[in-house]
Each structure stands twice: as C-alpha cells, then as structure tokens.
C-alpha cells in the first residue's frame, strides 16, 4: 500500500480528556490539487477500510470512475486509532517507548475530524469540493460538515446516521465482549485477542447483512451431516480473513469511536447540530440496512438543510454502500447534474419520477 505520513510533533487533546503526545496520519492522495482548490475530494473511510481508497472503493475511485484522479484530488486518511500507519495501539508511545495497546485513549469521531483538520492544513486546501463518506465514514463526514460549515461545498452521506443508536452499540459491544473473553485478551502482544476478534467479525457480519443476503449467497444445498453448513465456513473464513490484516486492538478502539457518534453532544441537540450545515447533501440510505436503517438516513436528510434523500434498493444490506457502485454512482451523477445548474435536486428527482413520495427510490 502506497501512502504518506503526516506528522503532527505536538500534544493532541483529546475529546474525553486523554492526551496523545504526538499524532501521525497515513494518507493518500491521488491527482493533482488545483490552484482553488475546487477539485477536491475528500473520502473518509469506514471500520476497517484504509487509506487505499482505490481499492476498498474501487467501483468509484479510478480512472474513468466517477471520482478519477486524472480530474479530482482524492485524499483519504487513515484514521486515528486505526491499523494502517496512522497512530493506534500498535503505535509507539513516545512517553513509554512501548507501544500503547491497552493503554491508548478514548478518541472520538470528533477527534479523528480534529486531525483529519490538522492534515487539511498542511496540504494547503482551503476547500473541500466534496467530501464523501459511508457508515463510520459518513460519521466522520457529517461532523466536520457541522464544525467547520464554509469548509465542505458538496457532502455526501451513505447508511450513516447522525447519533449512533443502542442497536448499533449493542452489535459494538459484544463483539468487544468477544475479543474480552479470548484469554491471550490481557497480553501486550500485536497477536493479542485474535481469536476473539474472529468471533467479533462474524457477529458483525450478521449485521452487515440481513436474512434474505444469506438466503441467497449461502443458501443451503447438499450439506449432510458430515459437511459443513455454507453459512458455517462463510462465518469462519471472514474471521479468519480479518485476523491477517488487521488487529484487536483497533477493532476494539474503533467499535467505541462508532459509539461515539452523537453530533449533538454540547450544541443543542442533534437536531439543532444539524441545522448548522451549509453544504449541498446528498443523503443515501439502503432499504435492507440492518445496521443502519434507513430512517435515520431519512432523518439527516429532514434536518440538513436542503438535503436530498435518496433510498437504494439492495439485497446486501448495509454492506450496499461498499457493493452497489452502480447504484451509487448514478444516483451522485444524478444529484451533480442538479446541483450544477442549481435546481433543487430533490424537486427534480419528483418531477422526474411523477410522484408524490417523499423518498425516492434507485433500483
């Protein structure tokens, strides 16, 4: 994976009240950056996605994709408390000399925005053009439309929500009650808790998908007895297929900076948070999101001022904002179009669709 290091040499105060002494961001940046700035594009990635956007998203970051480096300048950054090269757990603690692992701080959504700031500034952008982001990177996205209103002309939010909900808190904290129970959990090692995030990644799953997703991609077929159900060795190889890249330690750290998510907490609410954004939004949700449904995509668009909503048709449930790139790209061409020639976007996907709904819908 190719990236670069931002570092940033001095203390970084956190939102909990921890303190990290120093932070380095990995990140890539892909085209070239135009001398206004209007040709940035910010993608904010989720869970356990890096900055290598072109490959986790590669259905809409290429060449001749709809966000192509030849026309945009894609930044993606590698979270804080992540396993790709930005400061995590793994990471050396300049204090100790050892790394953090158990010992690295509460972060919060709010401070991954806070650094992804501290980068925006050293590469001189004065601008994001569109910042795009889905689950936990439409978390991020939304925050730092709601902290900085000039900063974002265009945002971008798919099966996102604006205060994540005790559902998804439920779904966080027993796949943390999974890693605890691993007994090599209290060790200070990089393998420490594997296991238990095996477990972790296959409850997840369950979530990332819905009933009818495994009816279709793991339906039962000839198993007997002696053979193992699909939908068995479907859980365990996307466990074991976690476990080589990534650690516990940061799934750990990044389930809790998901809870985090209330873009309420001390402005008044969440409703009067949103009311803040300036930015042109574009809400997707996808119908069969078990994770997050698509009503709270519906309640950011009815918030944010002037947003569109836009529901997705998909079997994969909220795994659609990383497979449906068909789908999405369409339904952004389509809201581009709009916000172009400065029509409302939502009028026109009405009068397009000869109807009265108040959500339309890309099948």
Not at 134 to 153: D, R, T
Request: negative net charge.
């Amino acid at each position: 994976m190719n990236s670069n290091t931002f570092k940033y040499p001095f203390p970084f105060t956190l939102e909990a009240g921890g303190v990290l002494p120093e932070v380095e961001l990995a990140y890539q940046a892909l085209g070239k950056i135009n001398s206004d700035c209007s040709n940035v594009v910010w993608i904010c990635h989720a869970f356990t996605g890096s900055q290598d956007v072109a490959d986790w998203w590669q259905g809409l970051v290429g060449r001749g994709k709809l966000f192509d480096p030849d026309s945009c300048f894609i930044v993606c950054v590698n979270v804080l408390g992540s396993h790709y090269g930005s400061t995590g757990p793994l990471s050396i603690n300049p204090t100790t000399g050892e790394p953090y692992f158990h010992d690295f701080p509460t972060i919060t959504i709010r401070d991954i925005v806070n650094s992804f700031d501290l980068l925006r500034e050293h590469l001189g952008i004065h601008k994001i053009k569109t910042c795009v982001g889905g689950s936990l990177g439409g978390q991020q996205a939304v925050e730092w439309a709601i902290s900085q209103p000039e900063l974002i002309e265009n945002l971008i939010l798919i099966a996102t929500n604006a205060q994540h909900s005790p559902w998804g808190i439920a779904f966080n904290e027993s796949q943390r009650m999974a890693i605890e129970v691993d007994p090599t959990w209290p060790e200070r090692s990089v393998t420490a808790g594997l296991n238990g995030m095996k477990a972790a990644r296959a409850t997840a799953l369950i979530s990332y998908r819905n009933y009818e997703t495994y009816e279709v991609t793991q339906a039962r077929r000839d198993e007997g007895l002696d053979k193992p159900y699909r939908a068995v060795t479907y859980q365990r190889y996307q466990g074991e297929k976690l476990s080589q890249r990534f650690n516990a330690f940061s799934y750990y750290v990044l389930s809790q900076v998901m809870d985090s998510q209330d873009v309420g907490r001390g402005r008044g609410g969440v409703i009067n948070a949103l009311s803040q954004i300036k930015a042109k939004t574009l809400v997707m949700g996808i119908k069969s999101d078990a994770l997050f449904p698509i009503n709270e995509q519906a309640f950011l668009a009815k918030h944010i001022p002037g947003a569109t909503f836009q529901a997705l048709d998909s079997l994969y449930g909220h795994d659609g904002f990383l497979i449906e790139n068909e789908l999405i790209t369409k339904a952004i061409k389509v809201w581009q179009k709009f916000v172009k020639l400065d029509v409302n976007p939502m009028y026109a996907f009405f009068k397009n669709l000869e109807t009265k709904q108040t959500v339309s819908t890309i099948n």
